[in-house]
Each structure stands twice: as structure tokens, then as C-alpha cells.
């Protein structure tokens, strides 16, 4: 028999677990889907909105002024209804560049995903939709960092001819199309290819979703390419 393709709530139903791994909201006893919204001083309307959050927050991180917000046990609480993300990330998994640390924002803010040199492939693009979908939340950030170390893998496994161990190959064989056609441009290649491949991750969610396109065409949704300064902290956008 053909499968009948399951819709967004559908999904949802289908499994308890697939849904709290997802982040999904959890359905009361009305049957009605239960947000839990973000206290009314937080409530952010437009991607624009979005975008001056986190860099607000960004700069309260690297001010030292950060304030730590949604990060009690009452937020816990309220969120355990429902979560209303008002962003979401495409970082890299490195330990030093968590984004509710680095963006000053706490639990229920941002939905995060993350994977060694922040690469866009069919799984994160799925979560990815499912939080358009599911929570309309307002903005896509594609994180990059300063001296990623996927990109350096990548740049050295074109220079010596050799393979990644295990399933580390896999990260280089996905990065090697964006970072090799700049190795031969002037300046540090770490650097120039941690930044083609931010511009290129962000190609790729409109690219390859329509989902995505279509909020970005309507205006409801931004998509934005940035880049964390290790030593400094600061995020500046760069796409």
C-alpha cells in the first residue's frame, strides 16, 4: 500500500517521544495545542525584532552585563506547556560557541541545532522546517566560528590527498565543495573558507526548502549568516 504522508500535527500525534525529542508542544485535555508564550516585555513580532534581540544580547555577553534571562525554575514550569522559540540557530557543535550563552537568551528562546561546521543536510533541514512549521519562529541564524576545526580537517585532507578516520570523512566529503574553490584566494584559508561556508549554508535552507523560501518570500521569516569571534566573543553578520 502507499504511505500517506503525515502532516506536521499528524506527526505529532504519532509519538510521545518523537515529540518531546523534537521540542514539539504538548496537546491538553481540550485537545488544543498548549504555548506556552514568552513573558509579554520578551515578545518579539518581526525577523527584524528577532535579529536586535540576539545582537542586543550579544552585546550584553561581551559587555559583561549579560542578564541570564528564562533560566529559573518558573520558566521551567511555564515552558513544560509548550515552547514559542523566537529563533533558530545552525551553529557547530563546538563546546565554546553555545548560543544561548554567547546570544544572552535561556530556555524556550531559541531552537538550536548543531553539528560540526554547521552544515545544512537533510536531517537538520528537517528540524529546521519543523520549527518554521510548528512554532513560527522568525529568524534562521547560520552560526559559523572563527578557526572551526571541521573546515581545518577539510583544508587538510585536500592538502595531503589523505581521508578523515571513521565518520569524520563524512563532515569533510560535505564541506570539501564549499571550501576548496577558496583555497587559492588571498588572506588566511580558515578564514576565508569558515565564511564561504556560512554564505553557503545560508544559499541552502532557501535552496533546498520551499517551506522556508516561501516564509522568506512572505516576510514572515529571515534567514542570516554570522560569524563568532573566539577570542572576543562578538557575533558579526557576514550573510
Do not use: W
Not at 17 to 30: D, K, R
Not at 85 to 114: H, K, M, W, Y
Not at 148 to 161: E, R
Amino acid at each position: 500500500m502507499p504511505r500517506t504522508p503525515l502532516s506536521r500535527r499528524s506527526l505529532l500525534a504519532a509519538g510521545g517521544a518523537t515529540a518531546v525529542a523534537l521540542g514539539a508542544a504538548v496537546t491538553g485535555p481540550s485537545g488544543a495545542s498548549a504555548a506556552a508564550a514568552s513573558p509579554a516585555d520578551d515578545t518579539v513580532a518581526t525577523p527584524a525584532e528577532a535579529l536586535r534581540r540576539l545582537l542586543a544580547g550579544n552585546h550584553r555577553f561581551t559587555s559583561g552585563h549579560g542578564r541570564h534571562p528564562h533560566q529559573g525554575i518558573d520558566d521551567l514550569h511555564r515552558l513544560a506547556a509548550g515552547q514559542h522559540p523566537f529563533a533558530i540557530t545552525v551553529g557547530c557543535a563546538d563546546s565554546r560557541v553555545a548560543p544561548e550563552v554567547l546570544f544572552d537568551q535561556g530556555l524556550g528562546d531559541l531552537f538550536d541545532n548543531r553539528v560540526a561546521g554547521n552544515i545544512v543536510d537533510d536531517l537538520l533541514l528537517g528540524s529546521v522546517e519543523f520549527a518554521v512549521e510548528e512554532f513560527g519562529s522568525l529568524l534562521i541564524v547560520v552560526l559559523g566560528h572563527e578557526r572551526c576545526g571541521a573546515i581545518t580537517a577539510t583544508i587538510d585532507a585536500i592538502h595531503t590527498g589523505g581521508t578523515a578516520p571513521g565518520h569524520i570523512g563524512t563532515i569533510v566529503d560535505s564541506l570539501r565543495p564549499v571550501v576548496e574553490p577558496v583555497l587559492s584566494q588571498p588572506g588566511d584559508p580558515v578564514e576565508n573558507a569558515v565564511r564561504a561556508n556560512i554564505a553557503a549554508q545560508v544559499r541552502a535552507l532557501s535552496a533546498r526548502s520551499p517551506i522556508i523560501a516561501e516564509k522568506v518570500r512572505q516576510g514572515a521569516l529571515r534567514v542570516v549568516g554570522a560569524r563568532y569571534d573566539l577570542d572576543n566573543g562578538r557575533v558579526s553578520l557576514v550573510a
